[in-house]
Nanobody, 125 residues
Framework: EVRLVDSGGGQVQAGGSLRLSCAAS????????IGWFRQAPGKEREGVAY????????YYADSVKGRFTISSDNAENTVYLQMNSLKPEDTAVYYC??????????????????WGQGTQVTVSS
C-alpha cells in the first residue's frame, strides 16, 4: 500500500523559508516521480514541483522557479521541498503526491494518483 506522510508546514512572514518533508512507503521509491501540489482556498489544485527518483530530474512550476528546490533522499524514501523567499501568494495546503493510477492530476510528464494528507503553509505580509 502506497503511503505518503507530509509535514513541515507552518506560518512565516514574507521572505521567510520553510522545508516540507514527504515520507513515502509501500513502493520502490526511486522508480517513480514524487511531487508537491498545493491548493489555496477557492483555487484549483496546482502542481508545484516534482523529482524523478531514478534520474533526479526535477520540474518546477513557473511561479516557484528560483525560490523552491525539490530533493530526495532515496535511502530514507523521503522527498523535501525547500521553500525560500516565500510570498503571501504561496499560502496554501501543500500535498505530497506520487506517480500512480488513481484519482489525481497530471503535472508535467506524469500523472500523480497517490496523496499525502496535506500540510498548511501560511505566509503573512
Amino acid at each position: 500500500e502506497v503511503r505518503l506522510v507530509d509535514s513541515g508546514g507552518g506560518q512565516v512572514q514574507a521572505g521567510g523559508s520553510l522545508r516540507l518533508s514527504c515520507a513515502a512507503s509501500g513502493f520502490r521509491f526511486d522508480d517513480y516521480a514524487i511531487g508537491w501540489f498545493r491548493q489555496a482556498p477557492g483555487k484549483e489544485r496546482e502542481g508545484v514541483a516534482y523529482i524523478v527518483g531514478s534520474t533526479d530530474t526535477t520540474y518546477y512550476a513557473d511561479s516557484v522557479k528560483g525560490r523552491f528546490t525539490i530533493s530526495s533522499d532515496n535511502a530514507e524514501n523521503t522527498v523535501y521541498l525547500q521553500m525560500n523567499s516565500l510570498k503571501p501568494e504561496d499560502t496554501a495546503v501543500y500535498y505530497c503526491a506520487a506517480e500512480s493510477a488513481g484519482l489525481g492530476a497530471f503535472f508535467g510528464s506524469f500523472f500523480f494518483g497517490s496523496w499525502g494528507q496535506g500540510t498548511q503553509v501560511t505566509v503573512s505580509s
